[in-house]
């Protein structure tokens, strides 16, 4: 079967109809897939469809290309403060969901830009190595950007402008970029 990454991965499957009984409603007819890597790199996992028609193959396969949409949400929620609105009315949260959708979308295709560019990496800690940059690391690279360009759009005939060295500003962009 088709798996993450593009790779194909042979998996164990188990799959019946069964019925979802909740009390006070009629019983549903629910698909379930129970499947098991054999190379033991995933934990087991069961799986349900409430349309019968499709098969374990196809219900996996819909599990493997959601993936993507729950990093999304994830990612969201952990760094644009998705779910995490506070405002008053509903109409004012069904605004502003879009917009956090959209500056996730904007954030990441231009990270996907300064990737292309060689200039996409990862941020390493002393207690953390990441294999491949995350979420956080494409937003501290377009904050940095943004920063740069404003920084370096001022003009320097000025005469409240002070010069700094460029090593000096761009540690500060550098740490503003990962603190905000």
Do not use: N
């Not at 019946?16 to 129970?34: E, K, N």
């Amino acid at each position: 079967m088709d798996w993450y990454g593009g790779r194909h991965k042979s998996m164990q499957v188990f799959s019946r109809t069964g019925l979802w009984h909740r009390r006070g409603c009629d019983p549903v007819a629910i698909r379930y897939a129970m499947a098991r890597d054999p190379e033991g790199r995933q934990s087991d996992a069961a799986y349900f469809c409430t349309d019968e028609r499709y098969g374990p193959e196809e219900i996996l396969k819909y599990v493997v290309q959601r993936w993507s949409v729950e990093v999304t949400f994830e990612e969201t929620r952990a760094h644009l403060g998705l779910e995490t609105q506070r405002q008053w009315s509903d109409l004012a949260i069904t605004r502003t969901t879009p917009v956090l959708l959209g500056l996730f979308s904007v954030v990441t295709l231009a990270a996907l830009r300064y990737h292309e560019a060689g200039l996409l990496s990862a941020e390493q800690t002393a207690w953390y190595a990441k294999p491949e940059p995350t979420f956080s690391d494409c937003l501290r690279l377009v904050r940095g950007r943004i920063w740069q360009a404003r920084i370096s759009g001022t003009s320097e005939d000025e005469a409240d402008v002070i010069p700094l060295p460029r090593s000096f500003v761009e540690a500060v962009i550098q740490e503003l970029s990962i603190t905000a």
